[in-house]
């Protein structure tokens, strides 16, 4: 059965549910503080890039299916669930900072008691939560709004950015943390359409579900600094982490994905999500040491491919670098903890200077580094008057670049693979030098 959805936050999370469950026919409301975001999402102008969303988020916002307000209380009086998609960002002891769910989850709860709503409703955790949010959020609206049936419920989201409408659409699984039955029967009603192939919707209770989430992250994590940490490894004894990746990821007990050695993860939801594990497992008294252990190597792992670029050069001073990739990962312009950011860093402290280009992150790089940096209009452009190479995303278009444009470009023909996109026996072919993660180095000498 349709129902009105409210959304609040109108985010990577927040846009790609509204835009889904609207297209799976429900009538949503999204709710965002960003006046701007909202003005240009109801002229169907969109604030990220994540492929496929554009068309979907035009179709419904054309036939009315969705609509953009920053009126919470528009949502709240037309919805019969309310999704909170708000950020949750570390705060200054790594634990996640609540203020933006539980501010909500309040303002939502006096909205209905002063309009004395007496429908059925339920605010939904969509952002990621630590353990026990549910009993936080839900204690806020029994003491605003107490005796008002409003059922809260633990409902994590999985997508990934750049691939975030697919996983929406056909998800993995959906993962429900809810103790009240006419809060489990709405939320199957609304997630049946998005799981007809089969898919399982887990029904669980509210701190399982928070969990989940995290631990999912976690161990994707802890898979990234694992390879990371055997690259190292390799470079030491002369082996190869992509032949490793191989033979181990063929393996149906362990699988192919996240098993990338590189730059270290980053992004909006890893750096953030580990941190908060370890705070709240060491808050419980049950650290988890191997999530600690991922967090510190991945740490290490920029900072051994910086020391890399710093050893070839002696010194950084007065070289230039062309940067290919700033997003934290390819298909996204999400630059949030991007490995880019923090080598550019590095670099600039150091001495050098940086020509960066990506393909859809530069925005928000010249949000972060402003003039400290220049921009280039394509990859080949960046190359112009720089010493070397460095490569920090693994777009699709770096990975077939014409080695002689390159030489000819660079001053001293030198990559800095942090992605691992060429064959290091092709590139000795081609008279470069040639640096990457886990895998013997190419010298030219
Ligand atoms: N980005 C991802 O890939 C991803 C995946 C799974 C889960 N998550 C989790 O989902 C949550 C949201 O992440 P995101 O990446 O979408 O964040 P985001 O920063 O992209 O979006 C958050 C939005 O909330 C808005 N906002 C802030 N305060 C508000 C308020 N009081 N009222 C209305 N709107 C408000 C902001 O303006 C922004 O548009 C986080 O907890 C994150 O960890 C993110």
């Known amino acids: 059965m349709p129902r009105t959805l ?27 503080i960003d006046e701007r975001k909202v003005q240009e999402l109801r002229q169907g102008k969109m604030p990220i890039f994540e492929p496929g ?82 009993e936080k959020v839900t204690s806020i609206v029994r003491e605003t709004a107490p005796d008002y049936p409003i059922a809260v419920v633990s409902n994590p989201e999985f997508l990934r950015e750049g691939f975030a409408v697919e996983d929406f ?50 161990y994707l994590a802890m898979r990234i600094s694992f390879m990371n940490e055997l690259s190292h490894y390799c470079e030491k004894v002369g082996a190869d982490i992509e032949q490793i990746r191989m033979g181990i990821g063929s393996d149906s007990r362990i699988g192919k994905r996240f098993l990338f050695a590189g730059l270290g993860y980053g992004g909006s939801c890893f750096p953030k999500d580990v941190k908060a594990l370890i705070h ?27 020391t890399k670029i710093l050893t070839r050069f002696d010194s950084l001073e007065g070289k230039r ?23 550019i860093e590095r670099l600039l402290s150091a001495g050098a200077a940086v020509t960066a280009y990506d393909p859809e992150a530069m925005e928000n790089t010249k949000h972060v580094f402003g003039d400290r940096i ?17 490569i920090a995303t693994e777009w699709n278009e770096f990975r077939s670049p014409d080695f002689e444009v390159l030489k000819k470009s660079l001053t001293m023909p030198i990559i800095f693979d942090g992605r691992n996109l060429f064959d290091p026996d092709d590139i000795a072919k081609t008279g470069l030098e040639y640096y990457s993660i886990g895998r013997k180095a190419i010298t030219q000498s």
Request: aromatic share 8%.
């Open 280 to 306: 709240s497992t060491d808050a419980a008294g049950a650290t988890l040491g191997l999530v600690k252990a991922a967090e510190e190597a991945n740490y290490h792992q920029s900072e051994r491919f910086f």
């Open 6 to 32: 409210g959304i609040v936050g109108t985010g990577y999370v927040g846009l790609v549910t509204g835009t889904c469950f609207a297209e799976s026919g429900n009538r949503v409301i999204c709710v965002d």
């Open 169 to 218: 659409m056909k998800p993995d699984r959906i993962v429900v943390g809810a103790s009240e039955e006419r809060a489990i029967d709405i939320m199957r009603d609304l997630y049946e359409p998005f799981v007809r192939s089969g898919n399982p919707i887990f029904f669980m209770d509210e701190k399982s579900a928070e969990i989940t989430k995290y631990a999912a992250n976690c």
């Open 374 to 390: 220049r921009y280039a209009n394509d990859s080949t452009d960046c190359l112009k008057g720089a010493d070397a190479l460095i």
């Open 53 to 134: 969303l554009d068309h979907i988020l035009e179709r419904n916002i054309k036939n009315g299916r969705l609509t953009f307000t920053t009126n919470l209380e528009e949502a709240v009086v037309a919805s019969s669930v309310l999704f909170l998609c708000l950020p949750t960002p570390p705060d200054e002891d790594g634990s996640a900072d609540l203020q933006y769910v539980l501010g909500v989850a309040r303002d939502a709860a006096r909205i209905i008691k002063e309009k004395d709503i007496k429908d059925f409703k339920v605010f939904v955790n969509k952002s990621t939560v630590p353990v026990q949010t549910a």
């Open 321 to 343: 670098f062309a940067l290919w990739g700033l997003a934290f990962k390819p298909n996204t312009d999400d630059t949030r903890e991007a490995p880019a950011f923090r080598l």
